[in-house]
Every structure is written in structure tokens, then in C-alpha cells.
């Protein structure tokens, strides 16, 4: 499974990236992006992901906007939105965008491991 | 309000759950609760502090004249009370000196917070690398425990044909005891490493609060920057006109004004020279 992490904290990247080790991807088969628009320039020459997970708060490029551009060419790939914020007007906004699933920070590995595991069976 | 990780998936499901209000958290009640338990806190320090050595506030000589005190300093190092009230003034006038801080990048509030976000976003990854170190060594121990554990499993195994086959010697068997107590030793320490990894999992969980709180001071930066760009908008003068010079004691201010009075002796004393 290949996975692109988008977050602008290093620290929440590598956070992500143990859980996603722990389901069992290699560390080579994710990639980490700092922002929007890095995130959409590995997205764009890989386009080989089977997940994506973003931040909203993001410079450059917000997680929003990246998943507005990522649906713009591609209505498949799932995405998850992996943030602070959590309105539940923010919810209903990144839902409307295209997310299919929602984590609010802190989250528990546990709530990862269960939404990968339902977008991957889905 | 914040959604928890229930509702949303209400909300995935198409369901809006009713938000409860936060408000009914802290009824006034509750918060007289807690104020009444302090209350009885500081009684109860106060009881067991009387009871133990039979020590009341009271007791304690707070008498001491201000000659008397002036004496020990004389006595000491030839200090006295004029000194230290000099020495206090220094250091009022120094803070009056610091406060209000120049307009210097370093002082600027913004610059400040966005140097404490810089800063702790590195030594949360450093953090972050000790755990990882952690964990990793903790996977080799977890290796090197295999391997002896597989090791002494065919030991065992080869003791217990010995100790079949010799059923007269019985270094075989009581070797084989030994050897089985080894596994469950294993066991333990595999299980106490496990629990060990997760405690680092756990740590590693808890630091998604670094980020939480960085967008927390950068929040408090957005409205710092959105203040100062009102304030500078409201104080700003658009009128074009000359800059007036103000009054510096108009009458009515508290210092260094001046009564008729004052003005009759400030020109009878310049008269007279």
C-alpha cells in the first residue's frame, strides 16, 4: 500500500508515519510532504497512491485546497483528513471537498489502524 | 465547540447529534464546591500544623523593631536601612528602564512566539528521536531474546531424551528444570519489553499535543498581527495637517502644575533678583 503523509509539523509526520509502519507498510512505501503544494507535485509524478493522508493547516497550499486539487483529477483515491480543526462546520466542509474520513488531533492509533483499515476493505 | 471523534462519524453516517452546551460543565454550584473544599484546606493545614508542634501564626515574634533590625545590619557589615532602600529604588528604576521594551526585532511579540514554535517543533523532534531509539533497541532485544529462547527450547529438548534415556543421571533432569525456568524467564522479559514499546507509543501519541499547541501560539500570533493592523487603521491620521505641539501641564493634571499661588512667589522671587 502506498501512502502520501501531508503535514506541515515534522513531528506529527513521523507520528503518522509509526502508525502506518505498525499496520505494516514499509518505510519506503510512504512518502511525506511538508505542504499542499509539495503533496500535489509527488501526487502528480507518482500518482501511484493508494491512500492519502492530509493536514488542513498547511502554508503555501492548505489541506483543503490540496484535496479540491487531488478530486480535480482524480474521484478514487481515498483521503483523510488528519486535523485540529474540529468544527463541525469544518467537518461538513472537508466532507463537501471530497474527504471520505475525518480524524480530529490527538488521536489514538487505534482510530488510525480502524479508518485505513475500513477505506482499504471498502 | 470542538467535535469528538463520535459525532463526526455521526456526521459521516448522515446524522447531526445535538451539540451538548459546554456552559452546564461549570454551574455556579460546582465552582462554590470548590471554593468551600479550598477553604477547609487551608483550616485543616493550619490544625495540623498546631497539633504537630504546637505552632500558630501567632507565636511567631514578628516584633522586631525597625532600630532593632537597623542595628543587626550595622552590626553585620555596616549596613544600614538607607542602603537597602537605595538598593530598591536602583532596581525600580531599572525595571521602569527595561519597561516599556524598545521596538527591536527580538522584542517584538510576534518574532517571540514564532522563535518558541520554531524551537520547541525541533526538540519535540529530538524527543521524538530518543523514542524512536527506544523502540528500535528494544526490537534488537527483542531478537537477541528469540534467539536465546529458541536455543534453550532445543536444549531442553535434548536434555529431556538424555534424562530419558538416563533416567540414573540426574544432572539431566534438574538441568532440564533450570533450562525450563530460563523460558519462562524469556517470556517475562519479551512481555516487559512489549509493554515497554507501548509506553513509547503511548509517549509518542501524547506529543501530537506539540502540534496541537503550536497552532494554539499561532493563533494567538494571527490575532496579534490582526490587532496591530486595526490599531495602526484607527490611529492613523489621514488629516494631512501640521503636527500641533501639545500642552505639557494643563490644569487639572495631578503633577507639576502649578496654583496661582506658586506663580505669585516664582515672580516675586525672580523680581527680587
Redo the contacts between chains.
Keep these: 500500500m502506498r501512502i502520501l503523509i501531508v503535514d506541515d509539523s515534522s513531528t506529527m509526520r513521523r507520528i503518522i508515519g509509526n502508525v502506518v509502519q505498525q499496520l505494516g507498510v514499509a518505510k519506503e512505501d510512504f512518502d511525506e510532504a511538508e505542504d499542499g503544494v509539495v503533496a500535489w507535485k509527488l501526487f502528480k509524478d507518482n500518482n501511484n497512491y493508494d491512500v492519502v493522508l492530509t493536514d488542513w493547516n498547511m502554508p503555501n497550499m492548505n489541506g483543503l485546497e490540496l484535496v479540491k486539487t487531488i478530486r480535480g483529477v482524480d474521484k478514487t483515491v481515498p483521503i483523510v483528513m488528519i486535523t485540529t480543526e474540529g468544527g463541525k462546520g469544518e467537518v461538513i466542509t472537508a466532507l463537501k471537498a471530497g474527504v471520505n474520513n475525518y480524524i480530529v488531533k490527538p488521536f489514538s492509533a487505534e482510530i488510525l489502524k480502524e479508518k485505513l483499515d475500513g477505506l482499504v476493505k471498502g | 465547540?470542538?467535535?469528538?471523534?463520535e459525532?463526526?462519524e455521526a456526521?459521516?453516517n448522515g446524522s447531526?447529534p445535538d451539540?451538548p452546551d459546554m456552559s452546564e460543565d461549570l454551574s455556579e454550584e460546582s465552582i462554590e464546591d470548590i471554593s468551600i473544599e479550598d477553604s477547609n484546606d487551608d483550616d485543616d493545614i493550619n490544625d495540623i500544623l498546631a497539633g504537630i508542634e504546637g505552632i500558630v501564626d501567632d507565636d511567631v515574634d514578628t516584633s522586631m523593631d525597625e532600630e532593632n533590625f537597623e542595628d543587626i545590619l550595622a552590626s553585620i557589615d555596616d549596613i544600614t536601612v538607607d542602603d537597602i532602600e537605595d538598593e530598591e529604588s536602583v532596581e525600580t528604576k531599572n525595571q521602569s528602564d527595561k519597561y516599556p521594551l524598545p521596538v527591536e526585532n527580538e522584542n517584538k511579540v510576534v518574532n517571540q512566539l514564532n522563535e518558541v514554535a520554531a524551537d520547541s517543533?525541533q526538540k519535540?523532534?529530538q524527543i521524538?528521536d530518543v523514542l524512536?531509539f527506544i523502540l528500535d533497541e528494544n526490537n534488537e532485544i527483542q531478537n537477541y531474546n528469540k534467539q536465546m529462547s529458541e536455543f534453550i527450547e532445543s536444549q531442553i529438548e535434548l536434555l529431556d531424551s538424555l534424562s530419558t534415556k538416563f533416567p540414573n543421571i540426574n544432572i539431566f533432569t534438574e538441568n532440564k528444570e533450570e533450562a525450563k525456568k530460563l523460558v519462562e524467564t524469556s517470556k517475562e522479559l519479551s512481555s516487559k519489553v512489549d509493554g515497554e514499546n507501548n509506553k513509547v507509543?503511548e509517549a509518542?501519541?501524547?506529543?501530537?499535543?506539540?502540534?496541537?499547541n503550536?497552532?494554539k501560539i499561532?493563533r494567538v500570533m494571527a490575532v496579534i498581527r490582526k490587532l496591530n493592523s486595526y490599531l495602526n487603521g484607527i490611529f492613523e491620521d489621514d488629516s494631512n495637517g501640521p503636527e500641533v505641539q501639545v500642552a505639557k501641564h494643563i490644569s487639572g493634571d495631578d503633577h507639576d502644575t502649578v496654583d496661582a499661588d506658586d506663580i505669585e512667589s516664582l515672580i516675586n522671587e525672580f523680581s527680587e533678583q
Design positions: 465547540m470542538s467535535m469528538s471523534q459525532e463526526i456526521l459521516m447531526i451539540m517543533e519535540a523532534s521524538f524512536s507509543f509518542m501519541e501524547l506529543m501530537q499535543y506539540h502540534d496541537i503550536r497552532q499561532e
